[in-house]
């Protein structure tokens, strides 16, 4: 029997990993040992996978190679293509990825192999073919052709370019890169603990990623970026509105989106970079209004509850200057965490234990069994 239970299993170490690290207090995370600081908006999501899935920084001989064998894999197959008009009508589009990116596995080359040479093979593939499922979901569900992939683009570009219908200027590229660099991974959140613990049982890639998309899907964890969204488009008049917003909520006991962290003490690094984009795009769309308002609702939610902004707060105006419809922000978030989700897998499947925890029992005792015609 536990010793003691802990509710969420806070502060309960349920993984050794060398992928990604936190420090709660100070604010600071590492993935492999390189902090946030210093290699946010410096390196590609490109070498972001190779750091992740393969463990060090790419040379640029490794880096084309990856970003060739990405290329290659950015196609759906017939299955999921024959699914795709299925899942466009009803449900959000998370729902409709969740059974996209499950079928998937149908015309993998790698169906039915789970070494972890296979699973190698399998992440690289997921990490190419997700963008693509959520830019065809898009082309499909506003009845219309996603654009061709342009090979000089990355795959930031790319989607912005696919999601978009047009080109893509340099900076929006470079800082929506960067917004996927900064996702990429986040240690034991609930969808990579989710898939770690699918893959524990030997089940393959591909099912872990799917009960992923299910947790990463809720508005406590990648959900609550479009949460932002509705929440910040919802408030009507000036800047000003926003204190009497804030407070009717804490007021009713309503949790604000975009704030909180199980880990973090202080201020997520990736909330400092995110809310500096924001800003650049207010200024280069012209369109301060969100920026404005995600400011105040900064202000006011600390001044009232000391709560700091998590990654998924400042995403929200970030996706938006974009372009990127509100209701794709969390799959754009899978787009970058397929990165982290795969990594995981992979390392969880190199050195395997099933992940069974233990539960603390609050239910009735000494019952007896009673005939059902006298119950
Ligand atoms: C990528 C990501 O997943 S980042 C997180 C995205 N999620 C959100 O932004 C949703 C809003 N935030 C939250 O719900 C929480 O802060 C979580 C889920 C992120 C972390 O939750 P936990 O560590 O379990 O903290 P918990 O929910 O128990 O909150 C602790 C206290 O702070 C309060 N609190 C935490 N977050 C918020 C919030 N966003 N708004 C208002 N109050 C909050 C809780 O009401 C609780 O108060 P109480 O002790 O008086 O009851
Ligand atoms: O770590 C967490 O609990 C949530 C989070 O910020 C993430 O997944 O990026």
């Not at 969204?229 to 989106?257: P, Q």
């Amino acid at each position: 029997m536990a010793d003691k239970s802990s509710r969420g299993l806070a502060d309960i170490v349920a993984a050794t990993t060398s992928i990604s690290d936190i420090d709660g207090e100070e604010g600071r995370l590492f993935y492999r040992g390189y902090d946030i600081q210093d290699i946010g908006g410096r390196i590609s999501f490109e070498e972001c996978v190779h750091l992740l899935q393969r463990g060090t920084l790419p040379t640029r001989q490794e880096l084309d190679a990856l970003t060739e064998e990405l290329m290659a894999a950015q196609h759906i197959g017939p299955t999921t293509e024959a699914l795709l008009p299925h899942v466009t009508s009803g449900g959000t589009p998370m729902e409709a990825l969740r059974t996209l990116v499950s079928s998937l596995s149908a015309d993998d080359p790698d169906v039915g192999d789970s070494s972890i040479e296979a699973d190698r093979r399998k992440a690289t593939r997921l990490v190419a073919q997700m963008p693509i499922l959520v830019a065809r979901y898009e082309a499909a569900r506003q009845g219309r052709q996603a654009p061709q992939i342009d090979p000089e683009l990355s795959i930031a570009g790319n989607f912005l370019l696919q999601i978009g219908g047009e080109r893509p200027s340099e900076r929006a590229a470079e800082i929506f890169d960067a917004c996927l660099v900064l996702h990429a991974d986040h240690t034991m959140n609930a969808s990579t603990f989710t898939a770690r613990v699918i893959a524990a049982t030997l089940s393959d890639i591909h099912s872990a990623i799917t009960g992923a998309m299910g947790a990463l899907r809720g508005p406590l964890h990648g959900g609550a970026n479009e949460a932002v969204m509705n929440t910040l488009s919802s408030i009507e008049g000036d800047v000003d509105a926003v204190d009497e917003f804030v407070r009717a909520e804490l007021e009713a006991g309503r949790k604000l989106m975009g704030f909180g962290h199980r880990v973090y003490k202080t201020e997520d690094p990736r909330a400092t970079f995110l809310r500096k984009m924001s800003e650049e795009l207010a200024e280069l769309t012209g369109n301060r209004r969100y920026y404005e308002f995600s400011r105040r609702m900064e202000q006011v939610v600390f001044d009232a509850k000391g709560l700091y902004p998590n990654v998924d707060f400042y995403a929200a105006s970030v996706y938006h200057a974009l372009g990127i419809p509100t209701d794709l922000f969390t799959p754009v978030f899978a787009i970058s965490r397929m990165s982290g989700w795969t990594a995981h897998v992979i390392e969880q499947h190199e050195d395997n234990r099933l992940i069974r925890p233990a539960s603390e029992y609050t239910g009735p005792t000494d019952q007896r069994w009673v005939e059902i015609s006298e119950r």
